[in-house]
């Protein structure tokens, strides 16, 4: 496990939940938390060893059937429409909708290419449009039937943004136009889908401490549309943040996942992927079933164009 879960209960009991890229960082601690309050959660996610790892440890966790990998490229085409209805067959509902799936493929405007900008707006804004495009009948046909029986329910739909996408990200235009693209989308979901009782919010993050914030190394990459990204900070980059790592150290959970010291949010220090996990709980729960339309920010009180 990554987290250790600070809630455990039967909130969502018997939900069942899609949380794509959960099967590490802030999708994995969200895949955790979700299993731990009784869902199922079924891990999207298009690196196969880390999605069968993390349902298997899950399931060692909380009990058999909590968590089930489903491995893909989501930017793929026709594989959302295929998550989305596998998941149906499987399972026979879907509750709630976590689009966390994503990764950064960074460079100044000029230098761009416009692959590089396409990229971004596959992952971070055209996945989440098609999981809502194939997720919409299904949550029609459901608050028709909950109607017709008197038994309504919410259902949650959330994106994973960035707090790149108020204030720009040096170096990542391609990034932060995509997460605020997602912002449009998200609110737009939230008015189309109120009447059905379908909750679209989006968690806005600053720095959460994940593999995001270490060098770019030969581990840590993504296979996605026939293209290897190395995850992580540009060497120029890392050094100018004085972040180094031995080459030939595998860095432990521990030491990718731990707050580092950041002078310059409120809080004086990075999130880690379990507060994160609780601010997408709390979006996924009923606790919050009268906010829809909405961007939380979990910055830290990260003060606007830090990058
Ligand atoms: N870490 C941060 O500081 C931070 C800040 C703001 C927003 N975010 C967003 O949070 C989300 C998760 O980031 P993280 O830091 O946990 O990264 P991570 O690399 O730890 O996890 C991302 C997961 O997404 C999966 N993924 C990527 N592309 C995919 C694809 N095409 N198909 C299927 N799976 C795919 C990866 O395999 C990986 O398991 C991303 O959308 C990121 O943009 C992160």
Not at 79 to 85: F, I, K, T
Not at 180 to 192: F, P, S, V, Y
Not at 224 to 241: D, P, Y
Request: aromatic share 6%; net charge negative; glycine share 10%.
């Amino acid at each position: 496990m990554l987290t250790q879960p600070r809630l455990q209960s039967d909130l969502l009991k018997d939900q069942v939940a899609i949380v794509t890229g959960g099967s590490r960082g802030i999708g994995g601690a969200t895949s955790e938390m979700l299993a731990a309050n009784g869902t199922h959660v079924v891990i999207a996610d298009v690196d196969c060893r880390a999605a069968q790892d993390e349902a298997d440890e899950i399931n060692k966790a909380f009990g058999d059937d909590c968590a089930s990998p489903y491995v893909a490229d989501l930017a793929a085409t026709g594989v959302c429409d295929a998550l989305v209805q596998d998941t149906m067959k499987a399972r026979g509902r879907l509750d709630i909708v976590i689009n966390n799936a994503g990764y950064v493929w960074d460079g100044r405007v000029h230098a761009m290419s416009d692959e590089q900008f396409q990229a971004m707006l596959d992952i971070h804004l055209i996945v989440p449009f098609r999981m809502a495009r194939a997720c919409a009948p299904i949550f029609r046909e459901t608050a028709k039937r909950e109607d017709a029986e008197a038994t309504p329910r919410h259902r949650k739909f959330i994106m994973v943004s960035s707090l790149a996408a108020q204030w720009g990200l040096i170096g990542a235009a391609n990034y932060a136009a995509a997460k605020a693209g997602m912002l449009g989308l998200m609110r737009t979901l939230a008015q189309e889908w109120g009447s059905i009782r379908v909750n679209s919010n989006a968690v806005g993050f600053g720095i959460i401490q994940t593999r995001f914030g270490l060098p770019q190394s030969e581990r840590e990459v993504i296979e996605t549309g026939g293209r290897t990204i190395h995850v992580g900070m540009s060497m120029k980059q890392s050094e100018l943040m004085g972040v180094t790592i031995d080459p030939d150290h595998v860095p432990t959970n521990e030491e990718i996942y731990a707050s580092k010291p950041d002078n310059r949010v409120a809080l004086g220090r990075t999130g880690t992927i379990q507060e994160a996990a609780d601010a997408i709980f709390w979006l996924a729960s009923p606790l919050s079933d009268y906010v829809t339309g909405q961007l939380i920010a979990v910055g830290g009180g990260a003060r606007g164009g830090m990058s």
